[in-house]
C-alpha cells in the first residue's frame, strides 16, 4: 500500500458534459488507509493507483472465480461492432440492502454466513442504517464504495480487461455509488491509457452525472429505477474525484432500454443478469456508446428476483415490440370476434388473451370492443399487424 502524500483541494471544475482523461489538479494520487465519511466533503481526495490494486489482487485471489472475457457474435451483430461481455455477474458477493433488495440477495448473503438487516428504499439509506449500527454495537463498518481498498479491490477487474481484452477501444461500466467505475479507471488509466472508459447510470437514478455537471457531489431528492443495485442518491468526494480524473464520459440508459438488454442476454447471452448488471449493455444496443471499435461491457451483478425477473422479460418484451395489445371495435354480432381471430390467424399471429367489454364504455349500442394481446417478431411486425387490420376494415388502436 502505498503511502499518502499531501493533498490540496479540489481544483476547476470540469465543464458541464466534459470528461477528461488525466488527473484534475488538485488531487493526489496514493491511496490512504480509509476513506472520508460519505457524508463529509473531503478536500483531499486521493485517488487509488494500479499499484494499490495489485496488491488488492494478492489479497484477494483465493476467492475470485474466474470470468474471462468473451465475444458475443448475436449481440456482435445487433450493435454492430464486437461486443466483448466481462462477466462480473458470476462471481459470489453480498452487502447490506434496501428493504426493496430481491429475495434471491438477501438468501445468498444469508447462505454466506452474514446476518441480513433490511431497512430504507435506497442505498444511500442503508448506508445511514449500517454506519448507526456500527457505531452502536462497536462493528466495523464497511462501505460498498466509499473506500480506497474498495476501488482497489473492484480495480482487480480492470487488471483482468487488460490482459483479457486486449483489442477493445472502449470499456463500458455501470456506476451506482462510482466504486466499480473508480477501480477499473484507475487500472486501465495506467495499463491501456488509449481506452476510453464509459459509465452508465440508470436515467432515474444519475446522481454521478448531477455531481460532474455541479463539480461537487449531488444528493438527489429520490431514485426510481429497476436497477435497484445502482439505484444511489449520491456519490462519496472520493469516487466523484477517481471519475473526474479517470472516465470519459457517463451516460443515461431508460428503464426499457434495460429490460431490454436483460432480456437479450437472457435469450441470446445465457446469462441470467440482474437490471443493474445489464445497463453497459443496454448503453451500447441503444447506440450511445461513440465508436466502432471493439467494446467491453460489464456484466456486474447476477442476483435478480424470478418476480422481479418475470416482470421485466414481459417489459423487455413489449419494449422490443414482441406483444402487441390492440383495441378493436366490432359489431356485436355473432360470428364478429371469430371473424376477427381468423384474420389475426392468417397473419401468422399468436393470441395470448382475449378481452370482450360491453359495459362502461363510450360505444354505440350496437358495438363492443375486444382487447387482444398478440405475440409478434418486433416492432416493424406489429405496426404491419395494425395496418393489415385497419385495411380489412376494423378500427384498431394499439394500446401502450
Known amino acids: 500500500m502505498s503511502a499518502t502524500r499531501p493533498g490540496r483541494a479540489v481544483g476547476p471544475q470540469l465543464p458541464a458534459g466534459s470528461f477528461r482523461h488525466g488527473l484534475p489538479s488538485g488531487i493526489v494520487i496514493g491511496m490512504q488507509e480509509r476513506a472520508p465519511e460519505h457524508d463529509q466533503v473531503s478536500l483531499e481526495p486521493v485517488l487509488v493507483t494500479v499499484d494499490d490494486v495489485r496488491a488488492a489482487r494478492e489479497r484477494i485471489a483465493g476467492v475470485l ?7 458475443s457474435d448475436t449481440l456482435s451483430r445487433l450493435a454492430g461492432r464486437l461486443i466483448l461481455l466481462k462477466p462480473e455477474h458470476l462471481q459470489r458477493t453480498g452487502s447490506f440492502m434496501p428493504s426493496s433488495a430481491p429475495l434471491p440477495k438477501v438468501d445468498a448473503t444469508t447462505d454466506y454466513g452474514a446476518t441480513v438487516k433490511l431497512g430504507g428504499e435506497a442505498v444511500d439509506d442503508c448506508i445511514a442504517e449500517a454506519k448507526r449500527f456500527a457505531a452502536e454495537r462497536g462493528a466495523v463498518f464497511v462501505p460498498p464504495f466509499d473506500d480506497p481498498l474498495i476501488i482497489a479491490g473492484q480495480g482487480t477487474i480492470g487488471l483482468e480487461i487488460a490482459a483479457e481484452a486486449p483489442e477493445a477501444e472502449t470499456v463500458v461500466v455501470p456506476v451506482g455509488g462510482g466504486g466499480l467505475i473508480a477501480g477499473v479507471s484507475a487500472s486501465l488509466a495506467k495499463l491501456r491509457p488509449d481506452v476510453r472508459v464509459v459509465g452508465v447510470e440508470a436515467s432515474g437514478a444519475a446522481s454521478m452525472r448531477a455531481s460532474v455537471d455541479a463539480g461537487h457531489p449531488v444528493s438527489l431528492p429520490g431514485v426510481s429505477t429497476m436497477a435497484d443495485g445502482i ?32 432480456l437479450l442476454l437472457l435469450e441470446r447471452a445465457k446469462a441470467v443478469v440482474e437490471p443493474a448488471g445489464a445497463v453497459a449493455l443496454a448503453a451500447i444496443l441503444s447506440g450511445k456508446v461513440s465508436g466502432t471499435g471493439p467494446v467491453v461491457a460489464l456484466l456486474s451483478g447476477g442476483n435478480v428476483d424470478p418476480l422481479l425477473l418475470i416482470k421485466v422479460i414481459d417489459h423487455g418484451l413489449s419494449a422490443a415490440g414482441r406483444y402487441v395489445v390492440l383495441r378493436v371495435v366490432l359489431d356485436d354480432r355473432p360470428g364478429a370476434l371469430a371473424g376477427l381471430t381468423a384474420e389475426v390467424a392468417r397473419l401468422g399471429l399468436n393470441v395470448l388473451s382475449v378481452e370482450h367489454h360491453r359495459s362502461g364504455l363510450d360505444l354505440a349500442m350496437e358495438q363492443v370492443e375486444v382487447r387482444l394481446t398478440l405475440e409478434t417478431r418486433n416492432t416493424i411486425h406489429s405496426d404491419e399487424v395494425v395496418t393489415g387490420l385497419r385495411a380489412l376494415g376494423y378500427k384498431v388502436e394499439p394500446l401502450t
Open 65 to 71: 472465480r474466474p470470468t474471462p472475457v468473451s465475444a
Open 231 to 262: 439505484a444511489v442518491k449520491s456519490p462519496s468526494p472520493l469516487t466523484l474525484a477517481h471519475v473526474r480524473a479517470g472516465v470519459h464520459e457517463l451516460l443515461t440508459v431508460s428503464e426499457e432500454e434495460i429490460s431490454q438488454a436483460l
